[in-house]
Every structure is written in structure tokens, then in C-alpha cells.
């Protein structure tokens, strides 16, 4: 610009030399000879062309400002209405325009600023740039999460979204571990995830062996005792992140995005596909995928990605090939151990004739047999109530697992889990139409009002079913009436009528006389003292 002006001041300006810069701006030969016109008037022009001219009464955003941005979540306009409300209350000076104040705020304030005014931290998060760990080396680095899938799965005559749990290697982006639950995930989860993340052995290899560490968020299933206590056993460092910080393992939060685009968007019951209607309910002929036919899949997908699709970090290898030309060494742990290291303890028992007494029932074995009276170890999986695992307890050998004695046929599990299915729908039922109250809709302030007509023949039956289950209602203190207070005490009329007046009570301990009648006013008469100075 600066030599267009010259050219200008020259007389050597012609119109080709603006439609060239009017080429290069991408803008009109009319603008150029605008800003042609600024740059005379004031040389600073020429250096930002099309830049506003700055005055020094210029409106800026404060700090007012700001805070009534977050109050209305963004809205220009309704700060614009609240700065006019105060200054007609004489609480501040009036506001510009609403185009200044939208030009305001767009130049003060970041876009980051403003997503953070409007939505919150998480929304001003995806405008921040974030650094890149370095690629390191194969197990120094997993990170594991949980993942409930979009994808409704039949789960025993039940439409369920089942939990993913999984262990990846930052390194060469493998699935190194992977467990799916039908409900939500435990500690469980997180063990048999961990079980075929270490081992190498099929079918889980040949990724495995024990990382250096693990990076995992709050999660109360990862920061269990059993959990920690596996690490510790392993010597696995737990790298424990701060809360709402997805970006510090965006390997495993990556592949959780991965996962629903590239294989779970396409399955059936995909509880995120766009459907017509104004209710997006599922239709009631679509067929669901059995949770063994689900887990399936996702297991082959999950070695689809191993050993076939080429993430882009990887620079056109697939994670098979870049963990097979890491020479980095492998820590083993051979399956049994593995096995002990992954159970809960729960301390000592002595096997008695009955077997081992573990949460009041008894597991027995055949390898008990002879064994009665020593001391041993219980170690157990998480919630697999029908099995614990026998340990000697002084020398820690493993004895045997054991199994529960009485244990209920398929039959008998069913019928109760029936009927307390049955009964929590009861309940719930119960509870939905206690707290199903509503409430006169109200034009102006006033209390509310509800809703709810009865007439009295339901009153009183509502009344006397909730009487009837009162047992405090139901006593009966007057059936055996008190015993008559001695003559001398003052009684109630009251309390006189439902006494038994022909047995007297007798008078309380200490007292051997009675008390000093009424005066004639209703009081209790005063001692008299006589002339030789005893009181009566």
C-alpha cells in the first residue's frame, strides 16, 4: 500500500497497477482506491489497510462486561438490554450500539473467551492449542478407560448399552487389552481388561507384558484397593489425572472416538442414528444384536485395528508393524501368577469339616479332603460369587480353587431374579405415583397451587388405610386404667375421670404424711409458724 501511495504522490499511478493489488488483497478496485484515500489522510492507514481508525473514546469490554456475558450465557443482546436498564437507573454510563458491542467483544476477546463466557471451561477448552507427548517406546506408557457403547444390545430378553473397557499403548496406538460388560463396569472390568492386556499368549498376543505405567482418570473402579494392590504387585506406576483433563490421554480418548465412527455407528440398534418423526424412538421391529454376537464383533474389529488400519501418527504403519520393529525388552508374567495378582484377598480361614466359610457360606472342594484344620488363604474375583481360590497361609502355595457347596440350579436363579424384577417395578410404580404431583399454571406471583381433587369418602379411606398401618395409632393406653392419686393430691378433673377411684396409689417413697391442703384459693396453704417458733 505504502507503494501504491508513493506511485500516487508521483502521478505514476495508473488503474493497472490497482487492479494488480486489488488481484493479490482479493478485494475490489474500489476498496483499493478507499483505502488509497485513508492512506493521504493519515500515513498510519497505509500500514493496516481496511484496519477501523482507533479513537481514544473508543468502547472497550470491562470487566461488567464480562461477568454479564457469563450471566446470559453469550447473548450480546440481553447485555445490551442490562446496560441500558442501569443507566436509566443512573447506575453507569449508556451503552454503544449493539454492532459496537458485537465489535467489542469480537475484537477484546478470544474466541476462546467468548465459548468460555457462553458454555463453559469445556466448551473454551477446544479453542487452546496442546502440546504432543513424544511417541516413546512400546509398554511405557497404557492408558485405560471405560466406554459405554451407543449400541442397544440384547442382554437376556433386556435392551442394554453395554460397557467397553480397554488398555492402549501410546507408543504404536494397539488395543493391548479389552473387556465388555453388559451393565456397568467394576473393578472386575478393569482386572480381566488387565489380564489380557499382560498376557501374550493366545489368544490375546502378541501384544502384552507389563507396562511401566498406567495413565488412568478418577475413576473410583481404577483407584479400587484390588486394583492398586495388582499394580503395586506387578510393580505397575498408576499415573493418576486430574479431574475434566480428557486431553492428557487422548490416546484411549481417541480410539473411544474412533470406535463409535468407524464400527459402531454401522451396527443395529445404534442408539445415535437420526430417525425420523418428532421422537426419535427406536422402531419396535428392529432386530438387536445378542451380547455374545456383539462382543464378537468388537473383538474382531479390535484386531482389525491391530493388524490391518494404519492410524495417521503412525506414518503408514499399522500398530502390529510398529510394535513388532520397537526392540524395546518385554516384561512377562507368567498366567498363573498373573492370575494370583489380579484376585481380591480377603485374609484367613481355617478349612473346617464343612469346607471354607467365606460371606455365611461354605466352598468346598475334593482336593480338601484330608486337609481339615490348616489355616489357609482366600483370594477371590470380584463379584464371581460361585468360586473363590485357596492359598496355604504360611507358605502362600496354591492349593485349589473351591467351589460354592449349595449352589442354585439355573431354574431357581432365574425365579428370583423374576421376582425381584418384579418387585422393583412394584416399587418404582409406588414411588413414580407418590411424587407425581402437579401444580396450577400462574400468570402473576403468587404461591403455587396444587392440583388434585378428593372427595371425602376418598379422604377418609386414604386416612383410615394409613391409620390401619400406624401401629402407634393402634394401642390402646386407656384400656387398663391408672391407679387413684392419693386424697390429699390435687388432680385434674381430667385426669380424676379416667382413674380408678376405688384403689387409692400409694404415696411415694419419703413421704409419710400428706401434703397440706388447698388454701381457699386454690393454692397450696403456706406454714404457719407458732409462738414458740415450730412449723406446721
Request: hydrophobic share 35%; with cysteine; proline share 8%.
Amino acid at each position: 500500500m505504502r507503494r501504491l501511495l508513493a506511485l500516487r504522490q508521483e502521478q505514476k499511478l495508473t488503474s493497472r497497477h490497482v487492479r494488480l493489488m486489488a488481484q493479490s488483497l482479493e478485494v475490489t478496485e474500489r476498496t483499493v482506491w478507499r483505502w488509497l484515500a485513508a492512506a493521504e489522510r493519515d500515513e498510519s492507514a497505509a500500514a493496516e489497510p481496511g484496519a477501523r481508525a482507533q479513537s481514544r473514546d473508543r468502547f472497550t469490554v470491562t470487566s461488567e462486561v464480562r461477568r454479564l456475558l457469563a450471566l446470559w450465557k453469550g447473548n450480546v443482546a440481553a447485555v445490551h438490554r442490562e446496560l441500558t436498564a442501569r443507566a436509566v437507573r443512573g447506575e453507569g454510563e449508556p451503552p454503544p450500539s449493539i454492532p459496537t458491542l458485537h465489535r467489542a467483544i469480537q475484537r477484546d476477546l478470544t474466541p476462546g473467551e467468548r465459548a468460555g463466557l457462553a458454555k463453559g471451561e469445556r466448551a473454551a477448552r477446544k479453542h487452546d492449542v496442546f502440546l504432543a507427548r513424544p511417541r516413546g517406546w512400546r509398554n511405557q506408557a497404557w492408558e485405560s478407560d471405560h466406554m459405554q457403547a451407543p449400541v442397544l444390545v440384547d442382554v437376556d430378553g433386556t435392551a442394554r448399552r453395554p460397557w467397553i473397557t480397554w488398555f492402549t499403548d501410546c507408543a504404536t496406538n494397539a488395543i493391548t487389552g479389552v473387556a465388555v460388560t453388559p451393565v456397568h463396569p467394576s473393578r472386575e472390568s478393569v482386572l480381566s481388561a488387565l489380564r489380557s492386556a499382560v498376557l501374550r499368549e493366545d489368544p490375546y498376543g502378541p501384544f502384552g507384558g507389563l507396562p511401566e505405567k498406567v495413565r488412568v482418570d478418577r475413576g473410583k473402579d481404577f483407584l479400587s484397593r484390588t486394583v492398586t494392590a495388582a499394580f503395586d504387585l506387578l510393580d505397575v506406576t498408576v499415573e493418576d489425572l486430574p479431574a475434566y483433563t480428557p486431553h492428557l490421554k487422548g490416546t484411549v480418548e481417541g480410539l473411544n472416538r474412533a470406535v463409535e465412527s468407524m464400527f459402531l455407528a454401522a451396527l443395529p440398534g445404534y442408539a445415535r442414528q437420526p430417525r425420523p418423526g418428532k421422537r426419535s424412538s427406536r422402531p419396535k421391529d428392529e432386530v438387536l444384536l445378542g451380547f455374545e454376537d456383539f462382543t464378537g464383533r468388537l473383538l474382531a474389529w479390535t484386531s482389525w485395528w491391530n493388524t490391518e488400519h494404519h492410524p495417521a501418527p503412525l506414518r503408514g504403519k499399522t500398530p502390529l508393524e510398529a510394535w513388532q520393529d520397537d526392540p524395546t525388552p518385554l516384561r512377562d508374567v507368567p498366567a498363573a501368577d498373573l492370575w494370583t495378582f489380579t484376585l481380591e484377598d480377603a485374609g484367613t480361614r481355617t478349612l473346617t469339616t464343612r469346607g471354607v466359610r467365606f460371606r455365611k457360606c461354605d466352598y468346598v472342594s475334593a482336593w480338601m479332603t484330608g486337609q481339615a484344620g490348616i489355616q489357609v488363604r482366600v483370594r477371590f474375583m470380584p463379584h464371581h460369587d460361585h468360586r473363590i481360590e485357596i492359598y496355604h497361609a504360611a507358605t502362600g502355595r496354591y492349593l485349589g480353587p473351591a467351589d460354592l457347596a449349595d449352589r442354585a440350579t439355573e431354574e431357581q436363579v432365574s425365579a428370583v431374579r423374576r421376582a425381584r424384577a418384579a418387585r422393583s417395578r412394584r416399587l418404582k410404580k409406588d414411588l413414580e405415583a407418590s411424587q407425581r404431583e402437579r401444580y396450577a399454571a400462574v400468570n402473576q406471583p403468587e404461591a403455587p397451587q396444587r392440583l388434585g381433587a378428593l372427595t371425602t369418602a376418598q379422604a377418609e379411606a386414604e386416612l383410615a388405610q394409613a391409620t390401619d398401618t400406624d401401629l402407634s395409632q393402634l394401642s390402646l393406653p386407656d384400656l387398663i386404667p391408672p391407679a387413684a392419686p392419693p386424697a390429699g393430691w390435687r388432680t385434674p378433673a381430667s385426669l380424676a375421670a379416667l382413674t380408678t377411684p376405688d384403689r387409692p396409689a400409694p404415696l411415694p417413697s419419703g413421704r409419710d404424711s400428706a401434703p397440706a391442703p388447698d388454701g381457699p384459693d386454690g393454692r397450696a396453704a403456706r406454714p404457719t409458724t407458732d409462738k414458740d417458733g415450730d412449723t406446721s
